[in-house]
């Protein structure tokens, strides 16, 4: 059975940095689409950052971009999100999310940020920022 065990998180204030982690159980780690979503209260759920860990090849939301960074550690079978600059609108329960890379296929060799397309998902982990 497939498992994804967040961690991180917490409060920080405006301007600081935090990482999330996500760590996988049970699935083969290779050609997997990982990323993560968050969603903020009264708010829609959004992709925030995806990573092909067959690749590397990653895609960020454009308001992340050039703050968070995802990246992957194979011998550990996690994926974590640092997130830099952080602002009170990045305050919201991050998840994490897991699929077969196969869905590559569907989206011109790219992880998509759609959320229905992830099968596995995390608990979520709350991410605060104060201003």
């Known amino acids: 059975q497939v498992q994804l065990v967040e961690s991180g998180g917490g409060s920080v204030q405006a301007g600081g940095s935090l990482r999330v982690s996500c760590a996988v159980y049970?699935?083969?780690?290779?050609?997997?689409?990982m990323g993560w979503f968050r969603q903020a209260p009264g708010k829609e759920r959004e992709g925030v950052a995806t990573?092909?860990?067959?690749?590397?090849?990653?895609f960020y939301e454009n308001s992340v971009k050039g703050r968070f960074t995802i990246s992957q550690d194979n011998a550990k079978n996690t994926v974590y999100l640092q997130m830099g600059s952080l602002q009170p609108e990045d305050t919201a329960t991050y998840y994490c999310?897991?699929?077969?890379?196969?869905?590559?296929?569907?989206?011109?060799?790219?992880?998509?940020?759609?959320?229905?397309?992830?099968?596995?998902w995390g608990r979520g982990t709350q991410v605060t920022v104060s201003s």
């Open positions: 999310v897991a699929e077969s890379g196969g869905l590559k296929e569907e989206y011109g060799g790219s992880c998509p940020d759609r959320d229905y397309e992830y099968a596995y």
């Open positions: 049970g699935y083969t780690w290779t050609n997997m689409c």
């Open positions: 990573i092909d860990t067959g690749s590397d090849r990653t």
